[in-house]
């Protein structure tokens, strides 16, 4: 088995989900379960974030111009419905069905076009950063895959490469869960960056805004990076701890 992320970011006005949340930084939206044919995809999905931010992504989804999946840059003429599952203060399910016509581009048939049947996806959305981890049998053509992906999505959505592995020979027990050989070097860099230039002292030297500027990347794409690679590093931290209190078993 092979696995890969990659994130897309997509530019103002393309994805009226990525607006949404661009407008909510706290909002976030990961899947709960994914699949898709030749003609159709259907997901359900789990946004968190406060009253506000949960009607704006409601909005996005039930009234976009067309589906939020869907990497075409005007209304396809696919057939698509999204329903309420759940609604809590500061949670929402999302269930969504579209029925693609043969202008459609998504991520999920694109990788069924070169990755082959039984591929698995898990997705996260925050801000205008949308991450796709996808597991597939390591047939297939990655590289076009990436190829295609790139000429539908145009001038939309930068991608950027997060990770590549094989999955049944991930890192090392300390690296599996996060690291710091494990960070994409986009993130590994930003790191480096911050606390070269003091991001992490107390009180900061620098903020996230001057940082960006002088790593030269937007701010939104420097604070995706470093959350990022915060996560991983603290759930390698929190990995490694358990194994070494873990009681050693006699042999």
């Avoid at 699949?35 to 359900?44: G, I, Q």
């Avoid at 976009?64 to 840059?73: E, H, I, M, R, W």
């Avoid at 082959?116 to 297939?140: A, K, M, N, Q």
């Avoid at 606390?195 to 900061?204: A, D, I, W």
Wanted: proline letters at 4%; hydrophobic letters at 35%; aromatic letters at 8%.
């Amino acid at each position: 088995m092979r696995e890969f992320v990659f994130a897309l970011e997509y530019e103002p006005g393309c994805n009226r989900v990525a607006d949404a949340l661009a407008d909510h930084p706290d909002a976030r939206i990961r899947s709960l379960s994914l699949h898709a044919t030749d003609e159709r995809l259907w997901r359900v999905d789990h946004a968190t974030g406060t009253p506000a931010a949960l009607a704006d992504i409601e909005d996005a989804f039930l009234n976009g111009d067309y589906y939020a999946d869907c990497l075409a840059t005007e209304d396809c003429g696919a057939t698509q419905t999204t329903q309420v599952l759940d609604r809590t203060d500061d949670t929402l399910v999302l269930y969504s069905d579209w029925e693609r016509t043969p202008t459609c581009a998504s991520v999920p048939h694109i990788a069924r076009d070169h990755l082959g049947d039984g591929v698995l996806f898990e997705t996260r959305h925050e801000g205008r950063h949308y991450t796709w981890r996808i597991v597939h049998s390591g047939e297939g053509d990655t590289t076009a895959f990436f190829d295609a992906l790139e000429a539908a999505v145009g001038d939309c959505a930068r991608m950027e490469m997060l990770r590549a592995a094989t999955a049944e020979t991930d890192a090392p027990t300390g690296d599996a869960n996060g690291g710091a050989s494990d960070l994409a070097p986009e993130q590994e860099a930003a790191l480096r960056a911050a606390v070269e230039h003091g991001y992490y002292e107390s009180p900061r030297a620098v903020d996230v805004g001057d940082l960006a500027d002088h790593l030269d990347v937007p701010r939104s794409t420097l604070t995706y990076r470093l959350r990022r690679a915060e996560e991983r590093l603290a759930k390698g931290y929190v990995a490694d701890e358990r194994f070494a209190d873990a009681p050693s078993t006699p042999l």
